[in-house]
T-cell receptor
Framework: AQSVTQLDSHVSVSEGTPVLLRCNYS??????LFWYVQHPNKGLQLLLK??????LVKGINGFEAEFKKSETSFHLTKPSAHMSDAAEYFC??????????????FGTGTRLTVIP | KAGVTQTPRYLIKTRGQQVTLSCSPI?????VSWYQQTPGQGLQFLFE???????NKGNFPGRFSGRQFSNSRSEMNVSTLELGDSALYLC??????????????FGPGTRLTVL
């Protein structure tokens, strides 16, 4: 069965310090993995996507994530947090397509707070 | 390209009423998916439409329905509204559809409040 676990519901960092948001997944198929960000009362914006090319994926706004198959992880990082990074982050796995099923699985989200 | 648009952005209804929400996908996208987002349940998949056909369906009661038009625009309808239907309803479009490694592009959502 496919699932996504975001290990922290809330992460606080100081402005200028590194960000680490953790995500573990399980999938019976070769997964595609995504990170989305959601600012208050807004839709989800794609940060980055992994689809079995390079294991280190670079996204927008300085974020990147590394796919580690042995650890079934896809953690999101950023070297230096900015106040505008404060938002909710969702890790999402797509299991490659099984017709008639819900093929996208969302994590429960991690709320990132950036302290000035 | 214009992004995914949803109308209306905010809606207030009373219990028992029905509501219709609209979603216009990115030009050229044929798949539209709908999600319900609440603080308690998080993001839950409602259904996906592709070329006017419902392709996937989540675990929601029959009060929730949708359709897609030939121009790929989609509507979802909720009948006999309940207080628990208060949520942010998100629409997402993609070229090929969810589950195929295809990127979903989300609209800003419709905030529905049921009184």
């Amino acid at each position: 069965a496919q699932s996504v676990t975001q290990l922290d519901s809330h992460v606080s960092v100081s402005e200028g310090t590194p960000v680490l948001l953790r995500c573990n997944y399980s999938s019976s198929y070769s997964p595609s993995l995504f990170w989305y960000v959601q600012h208050p009362n807004k839709g989800l914006q794609l940060l980055l996507k992994y689809t079995s090319a390079a294991t280190l994926v670079k996204g927008i706004n300085g974020f990147e994530a590394e796919f580690k198959k042995s650890e079934t992880s896809f953690h999101l990082t950023k070297p230096s947090a900015h106040m505008s990074d404060a938002a909710e982050y969702f890790c999402v796995v797509s299991d490659g397509g099984r017709p008639g099923a819900n093929n996208l699985f969302f994590g429960t989200g991690t709320r990132l707070t950036v302290i000035p | 390209k214009a992004g995914v648009t949803q109308t209306p952005r905010y809606l207030i209804k009373t219990r028992g009423q029905q509501v219709t929400l609209s979603c216009s996908p990115i030009s050229g996208h044929r798949s539209v998916s709908w999600y319900q987002q609440t603080p308690g349940q998080g993001l839950q998949f409602l259904f996906e439409y592709f070329s006017e056909t419902q392709r996937n369906k989540g675990n929601f009661p029959g009060r929730f329905s949708g359709r897609q038009f030939s121009n790929s625009r989609s509507e979802m309808n909720v009948s006999t509204l309940e207080l628990g239907d208060s949520a942010l309803y998100l629409c997402a479009s993609s070229l090929l559809g969810q589950g195929l490694g295809d990127t979903q592009y989300f609209g800003p959502g419709t905030r529905l409040t049921v009184l």
